[in-house]
């Protein structure tokens, strides 16, 4: 039986996954890298009071360890930062390889920024000041279209009746594969 995901909104104003036999969790793992104290502790206070497991970093440095250190369902990212600057993470996401979906948070709305990040990968662009609500939306529709992306990605391959590998392979079979039963029957 297949089980689906939706994010709900507990009576106390948490966001939570639940799936169809009604468990709950949390919703992901976010890293939140911002230069300004006040607005990163607010931020991620907001996060963590809706269900989210919430890292920070206040440069682009500890951003570039912690990534090396766990792993993140979500990376909200400002731009201008001390040490690397968030499109040099993203670039340097790219070239390490890691694994992450990335939303930018700037002041700053030059057009040629934003085309930069989303060309290095961000798949969303938020612009300060945010509106919470759009915020908290945007951060939960990435993490639950991660988790079905990985989800598929791991049922896909667990049973290769559904699997690319499986149509792949006997795309290039030389003979016909068949089984015969008891009785002769294909």
């Not at 948490?14 to 969790?25: V, Y």
């Amino acid at each position: 039986m297949q089980t689906h995901s939706k994010n709900n909104v507990s009576d106390d104003g948490r966001l939570f996954s639940a799936d169809a036999s009604g468990a709950s969790e949390r919703l992901g793992r976010l890293l939140v890298a911002d230069d300004e104290p006040r607005l990163l502790e607010s931020l991620c206070s907001i996060l963590r009071d809706k269900g989210f497991e919430v890292d920070e970093a206040m440069d682009g440095d500890a951003v570039c360890q912690q990534l090396q250190d766990n792993a993140y369902d979500l990376i909200l990212l400002d731009i201008r930062m001390p040490g690397k600057s968030g499109l040099e993470i993203m670039a340097w996401l790219k070239e390490t390889g890691i694994d992450s979906q990335v939303i930018i948070m700037s002041g700053h709305s030059d057009y040629r920024i934003v085309r930069q990040a989303f060309k290095l990968g961000a798949c969303d662009y938020l612009k300060k000041p945010y509106d919470v609500d759009d915020l908290i939306q945007a951060v939960g529709d990435k993490v639950l279209e991660r988790r079905q992306s990985r989800s598929r990605a791991t049922t896909d391959w667990s049973n290769p009746l559904k699997g690319e590998l499986f149509r792949r392979t006997l795309d290039h079979l030389p003979e016909l594969v068949f089984l015969l039963d008891e009785r002769k029957c294909f």
